[in-house]
């Protein structure tokens, strides 16, 4: 089942629940889709990645937005932020801990064969792309600095 799939069963879930965070995030996300396949051509299909990709940047902005809304001060739409946040998250893979982090890091460095911070660029394409949705960019951007002695 995709991602697409399973995210439009969730939402008649959500519809039947009337759990009102999970309706508003899952629809978003339908939404994402729908427009990220017509802008290729009507009968476009999403890849896995590219349908990774978009939750992702949803659970990104839902993010963003929830802080600017706790600097301003605005707790209801904070919680609403972070409510749908979470739900989006659901549909991503797990998050490395850090110790996975470093040992998948540490790896990509020796296969890169990276030895100083100025290798960092070559290490980070390869880490960003490989580690996709397991780990925050700038979290890989962090060990990686880290490891490399910067």
Same mark, same amino acid.
């Given at each position: ?85 979470? $739900?989006?998250? #659901?549909? *991503?893979?797990? @998050?490395?801990?850090?110790? =996975?982090? &470093?040992?998948? !890091? +540490? ?18 394409? $390869?880490?960003? #792309?490989? *580690?996709?949705? @397991?780990?925050?960019?700038? =979290?890989? &951007?962090?060990? !990686? +600095? ?5």
């Amino acid at each position: 089942m995709s991602l697409a799939e399973k995210i439009s069963s969730d939402l008649k879930d959500a519809m039947k629940g009337k759990d009102k965070a999970a309706l508003e995030a899952i629809r978003a996300a339908k939404t994402a889709f729908i427009l990220a396949r017509t802008e290729k051509r009507a009968d476009y299909v999403l890849t896995p990645d590219e349908e990774l990709k978009i939750i992702q940047k949803l659970v990104k902005q839902r993010r963003e937005s929830a802080a600017i809304y706790k600097e301003q001060n605005r707790i209801d739409l904070y919680d609403r932020e972070v409510a749908e946040a979470e $739900v989006l998250e #659901k549909y *991503l893979p797990a @998050k490395l801990s850090d110790e =996975e982090l &470093s040992s998948a !890091v +540490k790896n990509i460095i020796a296969r890169v064969g990276a030895k100083s911070p100025a290798d960092l660029g070559k290490v980070m394409g $390869v880490a960003v #792309k490989e *580690l996709a949705g @397991k780990a925050d960019g700038k =979290e890989i &951007s962090a060990k !990686v +600095k880290q490891l490399l002695g910067d």
